[in-house]
T-cell receptor, first 114, second 111 residues
Framework: GAGVSQSPSNKVTEKGKDVELRCDPI?????LYWYRQSLGQGLEFLIY????????KSGLPSDRFSAERTGGSVSTLTIQRTQQEDSAVYLC????????????FGPGTRLTVT | GENVEQHPSTLSVQEGDSAVIKCTYS??????FPWYKQELGKRPQLIID?????GEKKDQRIAVTLNKTAKHFSLHITETQPEDSAVYFC??????????FGTGTRLLVSP
């Protein structure tokens, strides 16, 4: 079946502009996660949605970052007033309540702030 | 919170040799330990995982072992092939929660 999809695949923006990144999870997956991967680095947790529960926002690096998940499916990560240090690949993952909570990743959005 | 350390950062082997990557974790509540393979420019791919009620799991040339007492787990790849070359990440979680990742191991398999 269809995997996790993300759009856009690449985004170049000027410092100070706002950006929106979109994630479509695997159909039926109730959990959705956002991670960030800087060049040559590991994956850093940002935010996690599970069903109708309050999201775990503990990984968001500043109040310029926010995310929402509408209707329990699609999620949007918004970065306001982008800075150069926001440049990274933003990865989305989803998981179901079955099994051990295996997370499957989307292809990511490469964000470049100039 | 959870902290995951991963070693080595780079690993070079000859084709056919075995490769071992080791991770330690700090939170005894963690009970789910996946391994991801990431090729250049691609998304992380789940290759194997283990839960804390199991000590070892094997899938063809790949195996993972877990020592809960020592809080460490390892990835073993046997009969390595050039296509195994990639960055491998270990991770830990309490299941259905955020993953805390290690810093990655770049594996290079030379023909």
């Amino acid at each position: 079946g269809a995997g996790v999809s993300q759009s856009p695949s690449n985004k170049v923006t000027e410092k100070g502009k706002d950006v929106e990144l979109r994630c479509d999870p695997i159909s039926g997956h109730t959990a959705l996660y956002w991670y960030r991967q800087s060049l040559g680095q590991g994956l850093e947790f940002l935010i996690y949605f599970q069903g109708n529960s309050a999201p775990d926002k503990s990984g968001l690096p500043s109040d310029r970052f926010s995310a929402e998940r509408t209707g329990g499916s699609v999620s949007t990560l918004t970065i306001q007033r982008t800075q150069q240090e926001d440049s990274a690949v933003y990865l989305c993952a989803s998981s179901s309540r079955q099994g051990a909570g295996e997370q499957y990743f989307g292809p990511g959005t490469r964000l470049t702030v100039t | 919170g959870e902290n995951v350390e991963q070693h080595p950062s780079t690993l070079s082997v000859q084709e056919g040799d075995s490769a071992v990557i080791k991770c330690t974790y700090s939170d005894s509540a963690s009970n789910y330990f996946p391994w991801y393979k990431q090729e250049l420019g691609k998304r992380p791919q789940l290759i194997i995982d283990i839960r804390s009620n199991v000590g070892e799991k094997k899938d063809q040339r790949i195996a993972v072992t877990l020592n809960k007492t020592a809080k460490h787990f390892s990835l073993h790849i046997t009969e390595t092939q050039p296509e195994d070359s990639a960055v491998y990440f270990c991770a830990a979680s309490t299941g259905f929660q955020k993953l805390v990742f290690g810093t990655g191991t770049r594996l290079l398999v030379s023909p």
